[in-house]
């Protein structure tokens, strides 16, 4: 598709096309250097979609009868959802569980186990109780219940601790996966999961790669393009120098990518809201994945609108059927491919939000539940012990807030195993995840 050289610059100041083929320039002085590198016969991709603003996942697992329901309906209050498709997962819930309507299109994938749900996740350091909790004598995550710092936590993999990798990054660079700026794509723009050592997203629009007209390879545009590179050579500053190999490797990467999509097929059909546009752009590029010549992919999509301390009554079942729609749709797309083995998404938030209701929403809070799919799943199961449905429970840190069971690292440390990494490049992206007696959950 024709753009403005405006659509493109912006693109470039938002860090995409720039960063990441800065990067890859870089590390073609250290290439020579690389005596080995792990051999990966497989092709497999992460696709994250980040629900971004902090999801109350508490209402995609709801109770259908008996005392969790009486104890759901009087926590919840006018926050409860009552419209509920029962699910039947492998591992029996006392009282039956359900998903809200508005997911409903995902309860197929449930039953075909290509779906499955893990339960009461979030940020945690060790193991932690409400007494050490309120005492204090226990290691406990910083800036909790904060935006911006918990979704920096969720992309790390961990607390900060002065680093600014993400541990898809990490992933990437420790299979030695990373040289090719096609392995780590973003249509949610730069963030931390995807930004490590020597790798940054490469950023592209829901209608892919852009088509630079005073940059084709035409008569005029070699001639631009000539006269440009004239000029950028005569630069003799060295920050001017790697801006100039940048920008060339940000067209070069560019124009490969839009010649590879652009030979790509239509395939699945996809709705016309964001997310389903974003993860078509994704299917779009695992279709192609040959002809960049990878074996990993690392895909970033977000959806905002999470943030419902608001008329969450109205919104939510709204965002719960975009996110739920989309999947399925992707799903599809993969299974046309052939690659619903190889793909695997999941979800990701901030944190999840209060039990209890403010009147016309829910505030921040913590432990909440994720979705896994893809044909490696180990799906039609919900992996974890559901938080209480009851306010004042045993891990209720106030309001609802509920003190996760599962770190965080596990959930990502099962996800990596499945990618490629070994135990040990797991134990280092992941440290504190010795803390915990099941590293792996067994959900993939």
Known sequence: MDTSRRHFINMCFKGGLSLSALTSFQLQAIDGLINSSQQLDDYK????????????????????????????????????????????????????????????????????????????????????????????????PKHLFSHNSQQATSM??????????????????????????????????????????????????RSGALNIRAFTKDDHGNSFREQLINLLSEQQHPLKQAHQQALWSAIDNNDELYLALTASEEGAIFSNTLLSKKLQMVAKMISVNSKLNVKRQLFFVDMGGFDTHDNQVEKQPQLFSELANAMVEFDNAMQQQGMQDSVTSFTLSDFARSLS?????????????????????????????????????????????????????????????WYGASDSMIQDIFPTLSNFDNHYLGFI
């Open 45 to 140: 991709a992460l696709v994250c979609i980040y629900l971004k603003g902090g999801n109350d996942s508490l209402n995609m697992l709801l109770p259908m009868q008996a005392e969790p329901l009486q104890n759901y309906l009087a926590s919840r209050q006018d926050m409860a959802i009552t419209e509920v498709t029962p699910i039947s997962p492998l591992t029996t819930i006392e009282g039956g569980i359900g998903i809200p309507n508005s997911l409903s299109p995902l309860h197929t994938l449930f039953d075909q186990q290509r779906l499955a749900f893990v339960a009461n996740v979030g940020s945690l350091i060790t193991p932690l109780t409400l007494t050490q909790y309120k005492a204090k004598n226990a290691a406990i």
């Open 156 to 205: 790390l993999g961990g607390e900060q601790n002065n680093t600014h990798h993400g541990w898809g990054a990490k992933l990437l660079e420790g299979l030695n996966s990373h040289h090719n700026f096609a392995t780590n794509i973003s249509l949610g723009g730069q963030n931390i999961w995807q930004t490590g050592d020597g790798t940054a997203p490469h950023s592209l629009s």
């Open 357 to 417: 209701s403010n009147g016309d929403g829910t505030d921040h809070a913590w432990a909440g539940n994720q979705m896994v799919m893809g044909g490696a799943v180990n799906g039609g199961d919900i992996y974890g012990k559901l938080a209480s449905f009851s306010l004042n429970s045993e891990f209720d840190v106030g309001g609802g807030r509920f003190i996760p069971q599962i770190a965080n690292e596990q959930y990502f440390a099962t996800l990596a195993k």
